[in-house]
């Protein structure tokens, strides 16, 4: 092959005979795609229930028994607080570090008591705050709730029972 009639064409077969050599010389290896990730998988264990401990309902409208994320209980209105014993509701959730969790709130629960007698149960703030990330193979997440306390007239004294129904959606 004569150079100085095609030196383009000598030019481009001696750059591909490098870049071949090159190739060869150094075993350079490209990945076309990255292996697919763990499945995620998330589960929930309840470990302790809200429990709004002891109370006396007042006369009046707009009285609430109040549990935040940490347990401590709070009351508005006309009520009487018995007792110190109140707690969140505690799950533990067991997802890959690095899960987005979110939690949904389904609405108000309705509890029931001696002779049909309800209160409304309403879902409060969750330590982590939702939306939240999984950081580690286990994590505590707690539950408050509001607790509507009609008139003492229409709650009589007793135990009242419901579910609080609490969804975690991974993203």
Known sequence: MNRSKHPFL???LYLSFLVMLFAFVFDVSVQ????????ITVTVAKMYNLDFGSFCAGNGIGTN??????????KTGNIILL??????ALFIITAIP???ISILDLGDTILTGPGGATLT???GDSYPPSPFIATGDYT????GGRL???SAQATPGGVYNGDLNVIFIQE
């Open 10 to 12: 000598f030019r481009m």
């Open 148 to 150: 509507m306390v009609p």
């Open 121 to 123: 149960l309403r879902m």
């Open 83 to 88: 007792g110190s014993f109140s707690s969140a």
């Open 65 to 74: 028994v109040i549990v935040d994320a940490y347990g401590n209980r709070t």
């Open 140 to 143: 505590p997440v707690s539950i």
């Open 98 to 100: 690095g899960t987005f």
């Open 32 to 39: 076309a795609q990255q292996k697919p990730p763990k499945p």
